[in-house]
C-alpha cells in the first residue's frame, strides 16, 4: 500500500485505455506515453497493460507502507527514494517506510511509475484507466490526493533484478523534435500549399495542450471544408478547425468531431509527442502507413528485447 | 449510391467511408454496416463506431497490417451497407421529460410559439439515434419539428446539469453528464443516459428510435 503524503496537481491511474465503447461515446484515455508505460510494467514484471501512476505538474511525496518494486520514467524528474536518487527506467526494490520523492518535472510532461502488481483499482468498461471528464475510472473517477491510500495487485512471479536498467536504445528519442505522420482521412481535401504548410515548417506546442488535445502554434493550414459532418477521431489525429490552426487529438478527445482531419501521428512517435511541452517545437515527417506500423511494431519487438533482459537478469 | 471505401486512421484503424453528403439513406447503411462489422466479430477487431458518413474499425495492428485488414472490413462493408439491409438491434426508446427547462420561455418567443406548443411539437416528434459522441452516451436525435429549429445559444453554459432535454439546429439531445453546453435547455429527464458501470452504459445507440413522453 502507497500513500499520498504530498501530492502534485496532477496525479491519476492509468492504463492503455478502453478499447471497446467508442460507440457509446466513450474515449480510450488511457496513458498519454502509452510506451513509457508498457516499458515501465516490464521492468517490474507486470504485464503490460497493467494500471500505473500518471504524474505531472508539480512534486510530490509518496509513502510507501509496505516493501515493494517500482520503476519510474517518461518525463524526466529529480526523484529520491529516502534520500537517494533514483535513476529512470530502473527496476527499484524498496522497504516499508521508504519516501519516493520527485520534485518538479525538468523535461517532458508526464511521469509514470509502475509497481509490482500493478494499481489495483475497479475494472470499468474494460479499463482502470481515468476519464476525468467522465469521472469515473482510475481513483474513483478522480485525481489522486494527498491522504489517499493506493493499493497494489498481487507481485508477478518473474520480476528484474535490483537495478536492472532498460537499454536506453530501446526507449523513444524523447529528445528529437520530429514526429512522423500518416495521412489522414481528409488529407486529399487539404491543398498542396497546406501541405508545404504543415510538413515544411516547425510548430510550436501551445498553452493550450492536455489530455484532450495538443493546440499547436505556426503555420495556419487553409482550407475551405469548414467543419464537415463529424466523424470518429482517434489519438495522435491531427484536425484542422477552419481559422488553420491545427490541434493533435489526445488520450481524452471525444470520440467523433467535424473538423478535417490532415494527418495522424505515428504511434511510435505519439510517446515523443505527448511528452512536448508547451514552447517546444515539432516537426512533422509523412511516411506512409506500411512504414508507420513498422516502426510500431518495431516499438513492440523492443518491449519484447526489454522483458527478455529483464528476465535473464532475475 | 457510391462504393464503400477505407482509409487508414493512424496505425489501428480503418475509416470505411459510404459517402460524401449526409442523408437519411446513407445513414442507414453506415448503421447496418456497423451492425453487420460487429456481428462478424472479425478477429484482432476490438471496436466498432459508426458516424454520419463511415464507420471506423478499431484493430489490433501488431497483429494485423492495413493492407491485411481493410478489404476483410471492405467485403462485408459493400455486402451489408444496402439501403433494404434490416437494422440490428435497432430499439424504440420512451424518455420521460418533465418541461420545465430555463430556456423554454426563451425558445418559445424566440420561435413565435407558447410554451404549449414548444412542449407539443417536441412531445410529437419520431426521432433517430444519428450518432453518439461529444461525451460518453451523448445522442444527437434527428426529427425535431422544423418549428423547432433554432440556432444554438451565442454564450454556451459552463456547466449543464446531467438530464437536460435541449435542441439546437435540427437536432434534440440530453445531456448524459454535467458538461459545458450550448444547446436550448428546455425541460429534464431522470432517464439515466450514461452510467459506466451498467451493460451497456450508454441508454441510445446510434440507429435507435426514441420519443419523449411527459412524466407521470
Given at each position: 500500500m502507497i500513500s499520498v503524503t504530498r501530492a502534485p496537481s496532477y496525479l491519476t491511474v492509468q492504463d492503455l485505455g478502453r478499447e471497446h465503447s467508442r460507440a457509446f461515446g466513450v474515449p480510450r484515455a488511457g496513458a498519454m506515453d502509452r510506451f513509457a508505460l508498457q516499458a515501465l510494467n516490464t521492468i517490474v514484471g507486470n504485464a503490460t497493460d497493467a494500471a500505473v501512476l500518471e504524474w505531472a505538474l508539480g512534486g510530490g511525496t509518496l509513502k510507501l507502507e509496505t516493501d515493494c518494486v517500482f520503476a519510474l520514467g517518461g518525463a524526466r524528474a529529480r526523484a529520491a527514494l529516502s534520500g537517494d536518487d533514483v535513476p529512470p527506467f530502473t527496476t527499484i526494490y524498496a522497504s516499508a517506510g521508504d519516501e519516493l520523492t520527485i520534485e518538479q518535472l525538468t523535461a517532458g510532461r508526464f511521469l509514470y511509475?509502475?509497481?509490482?502488481?500493478?494499481?489495483?483499482?475497479?475494472?470499468?468498461?474494460?479499463?482502470?484507466?481515468?476519464?476525468?471528464?467522465?469521472?469515473?475510472?482510475?481513483?474513483?473517477?478522480?485525481?489522486?490526493a494527498r491522504g489517499d491510500s493506493?493499493?497494489?495487485?498481487?507481485?508477478?512471479?518473474?520480476?528484474?533484478?535490483?537495478?536492472?536498467?532498460?537499454?536506453?536504445?530501446?526507449?523513444?528519442?524523447?529528445?528529437s523534435s520530429v514526429?512522423?505522420?500518416?495521412?489522414?482521412?481528409?488529407?486529399?481535401?487539404?491543398?498542396?500549399?497546406a501541405w508545404r504548410a504543415f510538413t515544411g515548417a516547425e510548430f510550436i506546442v501551445s498553452q493550450a495542450a492536455d489530455?484532450?488535445?495538443y493546440k499547436?502554434?505556426?503555420?495556419?493550414?487553409?482550407?475551405?471544408?469548414?467543419?464537415?459532418?463529424?466523424?470518429?477521431?482517434?489519438?495522435?489525429?491531427?484536425?484542422?478547425?477552419?481559422?488553420?490552426?491545427?490541434?493533435?487529438?489526445?488520450?481524452?478527445?471525444?470520440?467523433?468531431?467535424?473538423?478535417?482531419?490532415?494527418?495522424?501521428?505515428?504511434?511510435?512517435?505519439?510517446?515523443?509527442?505527448?511528452?512536448?511541452?508547451?514552447?517546444?517545437?515539432?516537426?512533422f515527417e509523412l511516411i506512409t502507413i506500411e512504414q508507420s506500423q513498422r516502426a510500431?511494431?518495431?516499438?513492440?519487438?523492443?518491449?519484447?528485447?526489454?522483458?527478455?533482459?529483464?528476465?535473464?537478469?532475475? | 449510391m457510391e462504393a464503400p471505401r477505407t482509409e487508414p486512421l493512424g496505425d489501428s484503424a480503418v475509416t470505411i467511408m459510404f459517402g460524401t453528403e449526409r442523408s437519411p439513406e446513407l445513414l442507414k447503411r453506415v448503421h447496418s454496416a456497423a451492425a453487420s462489422l460487429l456481428a462478424a466479430s472479425i478477429a484482432d477487431v476490438k471496436d466498432v463506431v459508426p458516424a454520419y458518413l463511415s464507420v471506423a474499425v478499431f484493430y489490433d495492428s501488431l497483429q494485423k497490417s492495413y493492407g491485411e485488414?481493410?478489404?476483410?472490413?471492405?467485403?462485408?462493408?459493400?455486402?451489408?451497407?444496402?439501403?433494404?439491409?434490416?437494422?440490428?438491434?435497432?430499439?424504440?426508446?420512451?424518455?420521460?421529460?418533465?418541461?420545465?427547462?430555463?430556456?423554454?420561455?426563451?425558445?418559445?418567443?424566440?420561435?413565435?410559439?407558447?410554451?404549449e406548443e414548444v412542449v407539443a411539437r417536441h412531445l410529437a416528434g419520431h426521432y433517430s439515434v444519428d450518432l453518439i459522441g461529444f461525451v460518453p452516451g451523448f445522442a444527437?436525435?434527428?426529427?425535431?419539428?422544423?418549428?423547432?429549429?433554432?440556432?444554438?445559444?451565442?454564450?454556451?453554459?459552463?456547466?449543464?446539469?446531467?438530464?437536460?432535454?435541449?435542441?439546437?439546429?435540427?437536432?434534440?439531445?440530453?445531456?448524459?453528464?454535467?458538461?459545458?453546453?450550448?444547446?436550448?435547455?428546455?425541460?429534464?429527464?431522470?432517464?439515466?443516459?450514461?452510467?459506466?458501470?451498467?451493460?451497456?452504459?450508454?441508454?441510445?445507440?446510434?440507429?435507435?428510435?426514441?420519443?419523449?413522453?411527459?412524466?407521470?
Open positions: 511509475i509502475a509497481l509490482a502488481g500493478g494499481i489495483d483499482v475497479p475494472v470499468i468498461l474494460g479499463s482502470r484507466a481515468t476519464y476525468l471528464p467522465g469521472r469515473f475510472g482510475g481513483y474513483a473517477g478522480r485525481l489522486i493506493i493499493q497494489t495487485g498481487d507481485r508477478p512471479t518473474m520480476i528484474p533484478a535490483r537495478g536492472f536498467v532498460c537499454p536506453a536504445e530501446l526507449l523513444p528519442n524523447y529528445g514526429v512522423r505522420v500518416t495521412r489522414g482521412t481528409h488529407a486529399d481535401m487539404f491543398s498542396d500549399a489530455r484532450t488535445g499547436l502554434q505556426g503555420n495556419v493550414l487553409p482550407h475551405s471544408m469548414g467543419s464537415l459532418p463529424s466523424d470518429v477521431g482517434c489519438q495522435g489525429a491531427i484536425q484542422v478547425p477552419g481559422e488553420g490552426t491545427p490541434i493533435v487529438l489526445m488520450a481524452d478527445a471525444p470520440t467523433v468531431g467535424g473538423y478535417p482531419k490532415i494527418a495522424v501521428v505515428a504511434e511510435a512517435d505519439l510517446p515523443i509527442l505527448s511528452q512536448r511541452s508547451p514552447g517546444e517545437v515539432v516537426r510500431l511494431r518495431r516499438r513492440a519487438s523492443d518491449l519484447n528485447t526489454i522483458r527478455s533482459a529483464g528476465a535473464a537478469s532475475a | 485488414i481493410a478489404p476483410t472490413l471492405l467485403a462485408i462493408a459493400r455486402r451489408t451497407a444496402l439501403p433494404a439491409a434490416r437494422m440490428q438491434a435497432s430499439r424504440a426508446h420512451d424518455i420521460p421529460v418533465v418541461y420545465d427547462g430555463p430556456d423554454l420561455d426563451l425558445v418559445a418567443s424566440a420561435l413565435g410559439l407558447t410554451t444527437y436525435l434527428s426529427g425535431l419539428d422544423p418549428a423547432l429549429h433554432l440556432p444554438r445559444r451565442t454564450q454556451p453554459r459552463p456547466r449543464v446539469p446531467a438530464g437536460s432535454v435541449a435542441i439546437a439546429g435540427a437536432q434534440t439531445g440530453v445531456y448524459p453528464l454535467d458538461t459545458p453546453g450550448g444547446w436550448h435547455i428546455i425541460g429534464r429527464t431522470d432517464a439515466v443516459m450514461f452510467d459506466p458501470v451498467r451493460d451497456p452504459p450508454a441508454l441510445l445507440r446510434a440507429g435507435d428510435t426514441a420519443r419523449f413522453a411527459l412524466t407521470r
